[in-house]
């Protein structure tokens, strides 16, 4: 967790029903992107586990099961997230879109179902919103 956590903000903070903090999926090309959530993911309390690509993604969801997901959309070299989103669908782990790619892969989009956050978008506000996803996931 980062030194500079702001105990003041709402998210993943451990409650009576929840003894480990949420673990959040960030599959994102972007280094900067990536790791912008990424810390704001530990702003929160949770716990990011970070992927740049489809294979480290789904090398991921076998090692453990996030919480959430943040996926953005086009990955770069026309690979898109659109593995990784069906592979958390047929698990029942809830994720959402942060792309801003929005025109070109609307038809992905819109095939994928998701929550859409365009980009840009406040890091805090993406984390908050997939930390919301995550609390009202089953289980």
Not at 33 to 60: Q, R, W, Y
Not at 64 to 83: F, K, M, Q, W, Y
């Amino acid at each position: 967790m980062r030194k500079d956590r702001d105990p003041g903000r709402g998210g993943a903070e451990m409650t009576a029903h929840r003894t480990t903090p949420l673990r959040v999926l960030v599959l994102e090309d972007e280094p900067l992107i990536l790791m912008e959530l990424c810390f704001a993911l530990e702003d929160h309390g949770a716990d990011p586990v970070s992927a740049n690509t489809v294979a480290k993604a789904l090398s991921a969801l076998e090692d453990s099961t996030p919480d959430a997901a943040i996926l953005d959309v086009n990955l770069g070299r026309g690979t898109t997230c659109e593995p990784v989103a069906k592979a958390l669908r047929a698990r029942g782990i809830p994720f959402l879109i942060h792309s801003g790619d929005l025109v070109r892969q609307g038809e992905l989009i819109s095939r994928i179902d998701a929550e859409v956050i365009p980009k840009p978008a406040d890091s805090a506000d993406v984390v908050e919103r997939a930390l919301m996803l995550a609390d009202r996931a089953p289980g």
